[in-house]
């Protein structure tokens, strides 16, 4: 297959495209290379020393003998140049990461709120529409988040895959409806997730795109078979309080003996995965798409639950470092239960990466040996979701 991978520089596009290409597909890159740019205005880096594009696809030929092409493009306002890409391109499928993807970012600013509105619904908009308007039959797969079912859900009761079959009463007694799940975004990120969700299933039914979007848990870990091949290679590692996700951040909190930052009494439960299943996922999804004329197709990607606190407690006996427990900077439920249903990757083969046996090795191999390029006053989330809420640096100040 030729996939383009839009984000591809980014921590999960990077190591899908190595994976698809070492498994012999044709792959191209887009990006903008925004989140380098991000990286640049927040003044942080990667806990990793990733390289530049350009060496790293020079390095990747060096190692594997295989091309990845690289288009520079912005999804979000160059779409007429998009729309001629893809006639140029021809590809089978197009893999969608290209999205403002923090939600501590997404409530720094009125600025940063009104960026990840424009950059994040545009892109995908005009993904879309330049699908249509080139008369491309590729199969996309998006990046979606679990997120846009939200975590404030009273009860149990198990996450579907995307859809909830309801019963709407008539006059004559009721019918039965499959609707997508309630949306309960809780954050202006997860917010355009959902929007993306509402374009899906217009552009499915009005011109039977195929379309596939992965409700993705949180990604922890940090390499994969193909980027662990070479130290030029490495994957980018976010651990700053707006881009860096809980378990990475509590293991680089460990190896620099920082305390590790819960938010409240930690009692969020979340779903996780570790990008190398991310990886696989996105290849299973590629072999499986829908037909067209298909509802767009989803999946849960994920595969555990943990509460944060229950993850601090586990790196804290790992470690020794203690846990401390923070204001908590978002606007989110204190406790939440989460029952995720995954089945459909499960039966189409996914073969999970427990935290059991990851999580050592990140600790060692990756949060160890780069802790000397931590930046600690980067390290506790400052982002707040309302004017006036209490962050850590209160209490200190
Ligand atoms: P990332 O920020 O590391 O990568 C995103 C990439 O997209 C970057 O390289 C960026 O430069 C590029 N990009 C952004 N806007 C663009 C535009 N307008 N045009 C071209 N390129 C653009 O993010 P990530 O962690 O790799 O996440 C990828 C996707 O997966 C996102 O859509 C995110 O919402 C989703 N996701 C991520 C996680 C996670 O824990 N990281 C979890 C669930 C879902
Ligand atoms: N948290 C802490 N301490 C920290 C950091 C976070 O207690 O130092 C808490 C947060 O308050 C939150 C939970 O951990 O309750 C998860 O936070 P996160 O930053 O790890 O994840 P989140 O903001 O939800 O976003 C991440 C990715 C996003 C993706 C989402 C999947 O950045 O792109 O969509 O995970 S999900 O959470 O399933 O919606």
Redesign the pocket.
């Known amino acids: 297959m030729h996939v383009l991978i839009?984000?591809g520089?980014?921590?999960?596009?990077w190591p899908t495209a190595l994976h698809l290409s070492d498994r012999g597909h044709d792959v191209t890159i887009?990006?903008?290379?925004?989140?380098?740019a991000i990286d640049l205005e927040l003044e942080v880096e990667s806990l990793t020393p990733i390289r530049p594009i350009g060496e790293r696809l020079r390095v990747w030929r060096e190692v594997s003998g295989k091309e990845i092409g690289f288009v520079r493009?912005?999804?979000?306002t160059e779409a007429e140049r998009l729309t001629s890409l893809l006639p140029a391109l021809r590809p089978d499928a197009i893999v969608h990461?290209?999205?403002?993807?923090a939600a501590p970012y997404s409530m720094r600013s009125t600025p940063s709120k009104r960026y990840t509105i424009d950059?994040n619904v545009r892109?995908t908009h005009n993904v879309l529409s330049a699908l249509v308007h080139s008369g491309t039959d590729a199969a996309l797969v998006h990046?979606?988040?679990m997120g846009v079912y939200g975590y404030g859900w009273s009860g149990s009761a198990p996450i579907p895959e995307g859809y909830l079959t309801v019963k709407v009463p008539t006059p004559d007694g009721e019918v039965e409806r499959e609707i997508l799940h309630p949306a309960s975004p809780g954050s202006v990120y997860h917010l355009t997730?959902t929007l993306d969700q509402l374009m899906f299933a217009f552009y499915a039914a009005n011109d039977q795109l195929r379309i596939t979007d992965l409700h993705?848990?949180?990604?922890w870990g940090t390499q994969t078979a193909q980027t662990a091949r070479d130290e030029r290679l490495i994957n980018?590692f976010d651990y700053d309080g707006d881009y860096g996700?809980v378990l990475n951040r509590f293991l680089m909190q460990a190896a620099v003996g920082h305390p590790l930052t819960v938010h409240g009494s930690g009692g969020q439960t979340r779903a996780f995965i570790h990008v190398r299943d991310t990886v696989r996922c996105i290849e299973i999804a590629l072999e499986n798409p829908p037909a067209a004329g298909d509802k767009p197709k989803v999946f849960n990607q994920i595969t555990e639950s943990h509460r944060v606190r229950d993850l601090a407690k586990l790196v804290s006996s790992l470690t020794g470092v203690p846990v401390a427990h923070l204001p908590n900077p978002r606007r989110e439920a204190d406790e939440n239960e989460l029952n995720v249903r995954n089945d459909q990757f499960l039966a189409l083969g996914l073969n999970p990466t427990t935290l059991d046996e990851g999580l050592m090795e990140e600790c060692r191999e990756i949060a160890g040996r780069y802790r000397h390029r931590v930046d600690p006053s980067k390290i506790v989330a400052r982002s707040v979701w309302r004017a006036g809420m209490t962050t850590a640096e209160d209490l200190v100040s």
């Open positions: 839009l984000g520089d980014g921590f999960c596009g887009v990006d903008n290379l925004s989140r380098r493009l912005d999804l979000a990461f290209a999205e403002q993807r950059n892109a990046l979606g988040t997730k993705q848990g949180i990604v980018r996700t």
